[in-house]
């Protein structure tokens, strides 16, 4: 779902379309799922990417995962 179809949903509406206007990407190709259930993984997040990385290098790699502020930061609404 689009950010901008949480407009009717927000508590204060007007702050709510100014945060949106702020945002770095517009909002309405910022689009987010909705979750109704149990979230569960049917396979490993990031093995793919360190399988490729091992044959690139031997070096020690990091794969880089979404952290909470990336998860949460337009994720406010209940």
Same mark, same amino acid.
């Given at each position: 779902?689009?950010? =901008? !179809?949480? @407009?009717?949903? +927000? !508590?204060?509406?007007? +702050?709510?379309? #100014?945060? *949106?206007? #702020?945002? !770095?990407?517009? #909002?309405?190709?910022? %689009? ?5 259930? /149990?979230? $569960? $993984?049917? /396979?490993?997040i990031a093995?793919h990417e360190? !399988?490729?990385? %091992?044959?690139? =290098?031997? *070096?020690?790699?990091?794969? #880089? ?5 990336? @998860?949460?930061? =337009?994720?406010?609404?209940d």
């Amino acid at each position: 779902m689009p950010l =901008t !179809d949480l @407009l009717p949903l +927000a !508590d204060d509406p007007v +702050a709510f379309e #100014a945060e *949106l206007r #702020a945002l !770095d990407v517009p #909002a309405g190709e910022v %689009r987010h799922p909705g979750v109704f259930g /149990r979230i $569960r $993984r049917s /396979r490993p997040i990031a093995v793919h990417e360190l !399988d490729f990385m %091992r044959t690139q =290098t031997q *070096l020690p790699v990091k794969v #880089a995962l979404p952290g909470p502020y990336l @998860l949460t930061r =337009t994720m406010w609404i209940d």
